[in-house]
Nanobody, 124 residues
Protein backbone atom coordinates (compact mmCIF):
# COMPACT_ATOMS: atom_id res chain seq x y z
CA UNK A 1 0.00 0.00 0.00
CA UNK A 2 1.27 3.46 -0.92
CA UNK A 3 -0.19 6.78 0.13
CA UNK A 4 0.55 9.81 -2.00
CA UNK A 5 0.28 13.46 -0.97
CA UNK A 6 0.74 16.24 -3.51
CA UNK A 7 1.74 19.80 -2.72
CA UNK A 8 3.00 22.91 -4.46
CA UNK A 9 -0.03 23.94 -6.46
CA UNK A 10 -1.32 27.48 -6.56
CA UNK A 11 -2.17 30.49 -8.67
CA UNK A 12 0.46 31.77 -11.10
CA UNK A 13 0.51 34.14 -14.06
CA UNK A 14 1.10 32.86 -17.55
CA UNK A 15 4.80 32.43 -18.17
CA UNK A 16 5.48 31.65 -14.54
CA UNK A 17 6.70 28.49 -12.86
CA UNK A 18 5.59 26.07 -10.18
CA UNK A 19 7.14 22.97 -8.67
CA UNK A 20 4.83 20.21 -7.58
CA UNK A 21 5.90 17.57 -5.08
CA UNK A 22 4.39 14.20 -4.29
CA UNK A 23 5.45 12.53 -1.06
CA UNK A 24 4.91 8.78 -0.78
CA UNK A 25 4.58 6.69 2.33
CA UNK A 26 6.07 3.26 2.73
CA UNK A 27 9.43 1.68 2.07
CA UNK A 28 8.80 0.50 -1.46
CA UNK A 29 8.68 3.82 -3.30
CA UNK A 30 11.63 2.90 -5.50
CA UNK A 31 9.76 -0.11 -6.87
CA UNK A 32 7.01 2.03 -8.39
CA UNK A 33 6.77 3.80 -11.69
CA UNK A 34 5.53 7.32 -10.98
CA UNK A 35 3.47 9.70 -13.05
CA UNK A 36 1.60 12.97 -13.08
CA UNK A 37 -1.84 13.38 -14.59
CA UNK A 38 -4.11 16.40 -14.68
CA UNK A 39 -7.78 17.15 -15.06
CA UNK A 40 -9.18 20.45 -16.27
CA UNK A 41 -12.75 21.49 -15.47
CA UNK A 42 -15.20 19.65 -17.69
CA UNK A 43 -12.49 17.51 -19.25
CA UNK A 44 -11.21 14.00 -18.81
CA UNK A 45 -8.07 13.28 -16.86
CA UNK A 46 -4.99 13.35 -19.09
CA UNK A 47 -1.43 12.13 -18.88
CA UNK A 48 1.30 14.70 -18.20
CA UNK A 49 4.58 12.91 -17.44
CA UNK A 50 6.00 9.64 -16.18
CA UNK A 51 9.33 8.45 -14.79
CA UNK A 52 10.81 5.00 -14.37
CA UNK A 53 11.92 3.47 -11.09
CA UNK A 54 15.55 4.51 -11.46
CA UNK A 55 15.15 7.92 -13.14
CA UNK A 56 16.50 6.49 -16.36
CA UNK A 57 13.38 6.94 -18.49
CA UNK A 58 10.99 9.86 -18.67
CA UNK A 59 8.15 10.54 -21.04
CA UNK A 60 5.98 13.60 -21.53
CA UNK A 61 2.74 14.60 -23.15
CA UNK A 62 3.38 16.63 -26.29
CA UNK A 63 1.56 19.60 -24.78
CA UNK A 64 4.13 19.94 -21.97
CA UNK A 65 7.31 18.70 -23.62
CA UNK A 66 10.12 21.20 -23.24
CA UNK A 67 8.32 23.09 -20.47
CA UNK A 68 7.79 20.46 -17.73
CA UNK A 69 10.33 18.18 -16.11
CA UNK A 70 9.64 15.15 -13.94
CA UNK A 71 12.19 13.82 -11.46
CA UNK A 72 12.29 11.65 -8.37
CA UNK A 73 14.37 11.24 -5.25
CA UNK A 74 14.03 7.67 -4.03
CA UNK A 75 15.88 8.48 -0.81
CA UNK A 76 13.16 11.02 0.02
CA UNK A 77 10.25 9.01 -1.38
CA UNK A 78 9.29 12.00 -3.48
CA UNK A 79 8.53 12.72 -7.11
CA UNK A 80 8.56 16.24 -8.53
CA UNK A 81 7.08 18.08 -11.47
CA UNK A 82 8.85 21.29 -12.42
CA UNK A 83 6.53 23.37 -14.56
CA UNK A 84 7.93 26.33 -16.49
CA UNK A 85 6.45 28.70 -19.05
CA UNK A 86 2.99 27.93 -17.74
CA UNK A 87 -0.03 28.60 -19.92
CA UNK A 88 -3.69 29.09 -19.01
CA UNK A 89 -4.43 25.72 -20.62
CA UNK A 90 -2.23 24.08 -17.97
CA UNK A 91 -4.89 24.91 -15.39
CA UNK A 92 -6.34 21.92 -13.61
CA UNK A 93 -6.03 19.51 -10.71
CA UNK A 94 -2.71 17.68 -10.84
CA UNK A 95 -2.57 14.13 -9.56
CA UNK A 96 0.39 12.00 -8.63
CA UNK A 97 0.14 8.26 -9.36
CA UNK A 98 2.16 5.14 -8.56
CA UNK A 99 2.08 1.90 -10.50
CA UNK A 100 3.91 -1.27 -11.40
CA UNK A 101 3.92 -1.09 -15.21
CA UNK A 102 7.48 -1.18 -16.44
CA UNK A 103 9.33 0.79 -17.57
CA UNK A 104 6.72 3.59 -17.81
CA UNK A 105 3.08 4.05 -18.82
CA UNK A 106 0.87 6.86 -20.05
CA UNK A 107 -2.32 4.96 -19.26
CA UNK A 108 -4.08 5.94 -16.07
CA UNK A 109 -5.69 2.55 -15.42
CA UNK A 110 -2.23 1.03 -15.09
CA UNK A 111 -1.60 3.07 -11.97
CA UNK A 112 -2.74 1.58 -8.69
CA UNK A 113 -2.36 4.45 -6.25
CA UNK A 114 -3.40 8.08 -6.54
CA UNK A 115 -3.03 11.21 -4.49
CA UNK A 116 -5.83 13.62 -3.70
CA UNK A 117 -4.63 16.20 -6.21
CA UNK A 118 -3.36 19.76 -6.05
CA UNK A 119 -4.93 22.69 -7.88
CA UNK A 120 -2.89 24.64 -10.42
CA UNK A 121 -4.42 27.80 -11.84
CA UNK A 122 -2.66 29.82 -14.52
CA UNK A 123 -4.07 33.28 -15.20
CA UNK A 124 -3.74 34.95 -18.58
Amino acid sequence: QVQLVESGGGLVQAGGSLRLSCAASGRTFSTYVMAWFRQAPGKEREFVATISRTNSITYYAESVKGRFSISRDNAKNTVYLQMNSLKPEDTGVYYCAAGSSSPVSMIDRRYDYWGQGTQVTVSA
